[in-house]
Every structure is written in structure tokens, then in C-alpha cells.
């Protein structure tokens, strides 16, 4: 139930954090295009950073020789 508990103040928190950064691009006074820009970066730099994550903690199977 612990859990179930933090995992849900996360989910909250989350959704706070998610919810002022957007309000707070959709206050800037720029063009529109560069809004949909800058709303996308931090969507992308965490998709990076955890493709490069798994990349580097991948586990190879060992190719063992039968002789």
C-alpha cells in the first residue's frame, strides 16, 4: 500500500511539474512555431538520455568456445 501511495504523489507531482512548464511557455511572447519548440525539448533530451542509458547497460550473451 506504501507503494501504491508514493507512486502516486509521483504521478502528482509529475503532472504539477508538467503542468506550470507549460504554462509557463504558453506565457512567452514569441512566434508560435518556436512555443511548439521549446515545449519539445526536455521530451527529447530525456528520450535521449534513456536510449543512451539502455545502450550502455545493455548485456551481451557470452559466446563461449566448445573445445
Not at 503542468?19 to 533530451?45: C, H, M, R, T, W
Amino acid at each position: 500500500m506504501l507503494t501504491l501511495k508514493r507512486k502516486n504523489l509521483t504521478y502528482l507531482m509529475l503532472a504539477l511539474l508538467g503542468l506550470g512548464y507549460f504554462s509557463a511557455i504558453s506565457s512567452l511572447e514569441v512566434n508560435d512555431f518556436f512555443k511548439s519548440e521549446i515545449a519539445l525539448i526536455p521530451i527529447q533530451l530525456v528520450t535521449i538520455i534513456y536510449l543512451n542509458y539502455q545502450r550502455s547497460h545493455r548485456h551481451y550473451p557470452s559466446i563461449e568456445a566448445d573445445n
